[in-house]
T-cell receptor, first 111, second 111 residues
Framework: TQLLEQSPQFLSIQEGENLTVYCNSSSVFSSLQWYRQEPGEGPVLLVTVVTGGEVKKLKRLTFQFGDARKDSSLHITAAQPGDTGLYLCAGEKDSSYKLIFGSGTRLLVRP | DAGVIQSPRHEVTEMGQEVTLRCKPISGHNSLFWYRQTMMRGLELLIYFNNNVPIDDSGMPEDRFSAKMPNASFSTLKIQPSEPRDSAVYFC?????????FGPGTRLTVT
């Protein structure tokens, strides 16, 4: 059972375009994390959101946690080739150690 | 500051052989995780240690898999005997009061 659904699965865009990646669930999470993974490397934590409705910005990346803490989105403004990678969301239930990872969104930004 | 260190980075072995994957967590981190990543199933938690004690091994696929953490700076994941379906990238991650930091992974191929 996939508790966290990410969409789209694949995204190929031109440099300079904007994009949004979604992470949806029917479950409530105490926190949600976003990671980026590049080929041959492990996932790297980008941000953690914990409060319903919370918005966090990391340069051109904007992360939002849904009001009900069941979903999240990642918006990238003016995408660059360096943004290429696999974006993973991961939900933490009941403030436990256990992270449930989404299936990922594979982003390709063409120069 | 060194991140999580894993060895080997790549392992190719024949079915039936024993495989041992090694991990050195970040100094000061008291939680250690072993994950497995495949295209079909994404990132799955195999086992979680806290202060060197296994807390949750419910993700370990079967008795062929075992993990140890003899001290705070070293952990192993062993597969005996290995099977082709064990082929995947195995990640070790460690944390202390924050989202886990992942190692570079070990790409295991069982032929």
């Amino acid at each position: 059972t996939q508790l966290l659904e990410q969409s789209p699965q694949f995204l190929s865009i031109q440099e300079g375009e904007n994009l949004t990646v979604y992470c949806n669930s029917s479950s409530v999470f105490s926190s949600l994390q976003w990671y980026r993974q590049e080929p041959g490397e492990g996932p790297v934590l980008l941000v953690t959101v914990v409060t319903g409705g919370e918005v966090k910005k990391l340069k051109r990346l904007t992360f939002q946690f849904g009001d009900a803490r069941k979903d999240s989105s990642l918006h990238i403004t003016a995408a660059q080739p360096g943004d290429t990678g696999l974006y993973l969301c991961a939900g933490e239930k009941d403030s436990s150690y256990k992270l449930i990872f989404g299936s990922g969104t594979r982003l390709l930004v063409r120069p | 500051d060194a991140g999580v260190i894993q060895s080997p980075r790549h392992e190719v072995t024949e079915m039936g052989q024993e495989v041992t994957l090694r991990c050195k967590p970040i100094s000061g981190h008291n939680s250690l995780f072993w994950y497995r990543q495949t295209m079909m199933r994404g990132l799955e938690l195999l086992i979680y240690f806290n202060n060197n004690v296994p807390i949750d091994d419910s993700g370990m696929p079967e008795d062929r898999f075992s993990a140890k953490m003899p001290n705070a700076s070293f952990s192993t994941l062993k597969i005996q005997p290995s099977e082709p379906r064990d082929s995947a990238v195995y990640f070790c991650a460690s944390s202390y009061l924050a989202g886990p930091s992942f190692g570079p992974g070990t790409r295991l191929t069982v032929t």
